[in-house]
């Protein structure tokens, strides 16, 4: 790193920590997403096209037209991605049809439903998990390995919901591990709070990847509307479950799913939203403040979720 990355990176982690209230948390600094072309040659886990190939060698591997500026088609990448044994995660939309009508948010506030114990919550959240896990079951393949159900208090006051699972959390079946992990971790402990006192989830349980047309590197992509729509109802259930007196959705997928909302998350952010009357607060996902680190944008996250920890009567750790 030179000096002036050096400088930059200290910077950074002095305006983080004062930011989100925490000092004594490490900072993961955000790295390039995009290798340099050439120079890379990725690790056999962040290639795992379905058959398990192996390295990939982004520039040599893949025989191309000069002219070519589109993507590769997936088999001139892998023959095995060409014809896997069974559905893969980055063809679920394939699998089933791609205009599909998303299932309507159930109808009904959560607190007019036949209440439900704190006490008998761990069991019916574990129940829902196996039932998922066998509905989806069909779906996994050596992109998506498992399903990534959720993690938490199953009676937390307070939900996260995100988009899916990326590949640190397909490797360890936990929500948010990866980098944008790290930095929800710090987000919720700025609260006063742990990740074993909230729940995580997310809208899709099962990762979605496409090859980069550029490096042939499998990367983490949005899920189709289509796998939202086999995904969705599994979310649904488990916040009927777990009921929390809060949800915060980090990034637009989550508004968007659990509000019906077709506005954008700049203009919502910070905006008290319901869900089935329970209040909704929409932020940024960390992996968007990642991207677009500046003080502005952790300033407002961190304004929305003091708004949150007001709602629940929480005081930051800082203010104790
Ligand atoms: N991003 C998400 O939205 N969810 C995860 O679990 C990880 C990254």
Request: aromatic share 6%; hydrophobic share 40%; charged share 20%.
């Amino acid at each position: 790193m030179d000096t002036l990355a050096a400088q930059h990176a200290g910077r950074l982690m002095l305006e983080t920590d004062a930011a989100f209230g925490v000092r004594e948390v490490p900072l993961v600094l955000p790295k390039p997403a995009v290798p340099v072309p050439g120079k890379y040659v990725a690790r056999k886990e962040e290639n795992a096209f379905p058959g398990g190939q192996g390295a990939y060698r982004p520039a040599t591997s893949v025989p191309r037209d000069p002219k070519m500026t589109a993507a590769p088609p997936l088999e001139a990448l892998s023959p095995a991605a060409a014809k896997p044994s069974r559905p893969t995660a980055n063809r679920q939309g394939v699998d089933i049809p791609r205009s599909v009508k998303l299932p309507p948010i159930p109808e009904g506030r959560l607190d007019a439903l036949e209440p439900i114990s704190d006490a008998d919550k761990p069991r019916l959240l574990a129940e829902l998990q196996q039932e998922t896990v066998t509905a989806l079951a069909p779906y996994i393949s050596d992109i998506a390995t498992r399903v990534v159900f959720g993690s938490g208090d199953p009676a937390a006051k307070l939900m996260f919901v995100g988009e899916g699972p990326g590949i640190e959390e397909d490797k360890t079946g936990v929500p948010f591990v990866g980098r944008s992990g790290q930095l929800l971790d710090k987000m919720i402990i700025a609260m006063g709070l742990s990740r074993q006192t909230v729940y995580v989830g997310n809208v899709v349980k099962l990762r979605a990847a496409e090859a980069d047309p550029d490096s042939g590197r499998l990367r983490d992509r949005p899920p189709t509307p289509a796998e939202v729509a086999l995904n969705i109802p599994w979310l649904h259930k488990q916040i009927e479950i777990i009921r929390p007196r809060v949800i915060v959705t980090l990034g637009a997928p989550a508004l968007k799913y659990l509000t019906g909302t077709a506005e954008g998350i700049s203009l919502l952010r910070g905006t008290w939203m319901t869900y089935r009357g329970v209040p909704l607060m929409p932020t940024y996902h960390p992996s968007f403040l990642l991207r677009a680190y500046t003080p502005e944008n952790r300033a407002k996250v961190w304004g929305d979720l003091q708004q949150v920890m007001a709602k629940l009567g929480l005081k930051s750790p800082a203010q104790k």
